[in-house]
Structures are given as C-alpha cells and as structure tokens.
C-alpha cells in the first residue's frame, strides 16, 4: 500500500530520529521496507485466546490459523513506531551468557555479525517465517520415507509426498528410504548434542545410518517458492557445524532440505530441493575460519565492521526493529550488543504533521 503524503512525511521523521540520514542508503532502505514490512507482522500479534472481536481495532486484523491475529495492513510505519516505543520504553530482555557456540550461532554470524550479537545478547519475538516453519517441522515430513514406508498411491497424503521426489532429489530419497532413523531432533532434548570438547552445542533435525553403515546429517527447512534457485550460506554452515563439531569421527556428509511452499499457502509443499554436503578438508577449513571468528569476537568483545551497504539483507532482518548498525553510523560493533547504539537522534517533528 502506497504513503500518502503526510505519511511519508512521518516516515521521514521517524528515520531520522532512529539515526538515518538523507542520503541513497537511507532511500533504498526505506523503499524496500515499505514494499516487505508485512515479513514483520509478527511485531503485532494477538494470540487468539486474547483477541476481542467487539474491539475497535477488530476490523484491522485477520485470523492466521496457527499464527494469531495480525494487522492486515503492516506497513513501515508500524515497524519504525514498534522500534522507537522499544526504545523510548527499553523494552529489552536480555538473555544470559554462555561459554559454548551453537548451530544457531555460526548461522547468525555469516547471516551478518551485528545480527549474531543481537541475538546473543536479546530474546527476540519470532518471526511469522519461523513460526510457520517450527509448525512444518513438528509434522516430520521426512519420516515418510524411513524404514517401512507404505508406497499407497490411493492415500492423498502419501500421494503428494512422494511426487516431490524428481531427477534431482532421487539419490537423496534413495539414501534415506534404505537407511535407519537414529534420531530425530523434533523432541524436547535440548541437550542431545553437546561437544564439551568443542564448546559447541548443536541439535540437527535427523541423524541417519546409511545402507553402508555411514551416519549422515539431514537438515531441513521450509522456505517459499520466491526463495528461487539458492541454498544459502547460513545454512550450510549450520550443516557443516553438524557434520564436523557433533562428533569428529562419526558423521560422513549431509544433506540440506528446502520443503518448498507456495507463497501464500505454507501449508501445500510443492517442491523439494537438496544439496549434500561431504566431509572433506575444504568443507573443515570453512568451518573452521567461521568458528574461530565467532569465538574471537565472543573473547575480545569488539569487532570492526565492513558492511556492506546491502538495504534489502537488513531490511529483511528478523533483528530489524532491535538493529541501531542498520542506519550505517557505526564502523563496529561490540558483543554483547551495546544498546548505545540504540539511543534516539533529534528530529523535527514535521510543520504540516502540527496542523489539524
């Protein structure tokens, strides 16, 4: 939905007093904010067990099943204000420190530093992506194809699944339907992976023995069909850290699993896309520069930045409304995050705005 004028005259006033200046950065940044804010709807939502639908704000809001109700229309605005109350209130909850990395860790930080400190140091809401994501998890796609698996073309259900396998994902199908589950990351086992060794905790989605006794890495994720064509680096290095950091000796290879969606229905996959991963020097050698990375930025506490001025990565950022690095003032940032980066700028509030 297009500003109108006044509105864009707001927006103006809001960047500014969230520390962006006029220049291009700051128009492209908040171009492409304007067009993807609904990506954050997830700032205002109300769990339907609280929702009044006798309520004045009930017209602006929609049920999504499973999610909550969330405003229709999410619009910059609404991101920028949720950011300034946040704030103006210091509405942040901090999370407590620990000596270990994590999966999760090495995924945020090659996503973007500053993103991995936000979350180190702040619990951050869930974004609708994720939680739609957490819900296709919990339904174990993949356990249709292990062990036994009934091929009854007269079941929908199976019907569906197993027309997603195709030339490309074949051998990896294969792979699993002769192998055995010897385990399945979706319970509440927090601790099933933790290397004391490495100080690296870790909880992959499935662990396979295959038909030649090698254990192998089945990493899964739900993405939309406009994710297009690329596996992305977050989370190959998320595979990697599972291959290389659970156990040194025991894993092979991997395999990393897109269950595409449609874009506007999460609930019907249409497609299954995979890219395998083998344990091998270049694979270690990747890992190991990342881990070393983050363990030196955890030490030291300081790290300088050389962002690169990409509007659309931060814009998309699930850290968004917590991120003072997204207006590109800072050339560092610190761990844990420094919520000096946070403070608001002076702004006139606009003449017009000031006018019944």
Not at 58 to 84: H, M, Q, R, S
Not at 142 to 160: E, H, I, P, Q, V
Not at 218 to 238: A, L, M, P, R, W
Request: one cysteine or more; aromatic letters at 16%.
């Amino acid at each position: 939905m297009e500003l109108i004028h006044k509105q864009k005259l707001f927006r103006d006033y809001l960047l500014t007093l969230l520390g962006f200046e006029s220049n291009n950065y700051t128009h492209e940044f908040s171009s492409y904010l304007e067009n993807i804010a609904y990506v954050h709807r997830h700032l205002d939502i109300i769990p339907e067990s609280e929702f009044d639908d006798s309520s004045d704000y009930a017209d602006y809001y929609c049920l999504e099943p499973e999610i909550g109700y969330i405003k229709e229309n999410f619009t910059i605005i609404d991101v920028l204000l949720w950011e300034k109350n946040i704030r103006i209130n210091k509405n942040y909850t901090f999370k407590q420190s620990r000596s270990y990395i994590t999966d999760t860790d090495l995924a945020n930080f090659v996503y973007c530093p500053v993103g991995f400190t936000l979350s180190s140091t702040f619990d951050l809401p869930e974004s609708v992506k994720a939680r739609i994501g957490n819900k296709l998890h919990e339904k174990q796609v993949l356990l249709n194809f292990t062990g036994n698996y009934n091929y009854n073309y007269d079941d929908a259900y199976s019907f569906r699944y197993i027309d997603l396998i195709n030339k490309k994902n074949k051998a990896f199908f294969m792979d699993v339907i002769t192998s055995q589950l010897l385990y399945s990351g979706h319970s509440n086992d927090e601790d099933a992976f933790y290397n004391r060794k490495e100080e690296f905790k870790g909880k992959p989605d499935y662990v396979f023995k295959s038909s030649h006794s090698e254990r192998y890495i089945v990493e899964e994720k739900f993405v939309s069909e406009e994710t297009g064509d690329i596996f992305y680096e977050n989370h190959k290095i998320q595979l990697a850290s599972y291959i290389h950091l659970i156990d040194r000796k025991a894993i092979s290879y991997g395999y990393l699993v897109y269950w595409v969606y449609k874009k506007n229905d999460h609930k019907h996959i249409i497609d299954c896309r995979v890219l395998k991963l083998v344990k091998n020097e270049s694979l270690i050698n990747y890992l190991n520069k990342v881990v070393f990375k983050v363990r030196k930025f955890k030490k030291t506490g300081y790290l300088s930045l050389n962002l690169k001025k990409n509007s659309k990565i931060c814009a998309h950022c699930v850290h968004v409304v917590l991120c003072g690095h997204k207006s590109r003032k800072f050339e560092h940032v610190e761990y844990p995050y420094n919520i000096s980066h946070l403070n608001l700028y002076n702004a006139d509030y606009p003449e017009e705005l000031k006018k019944n």
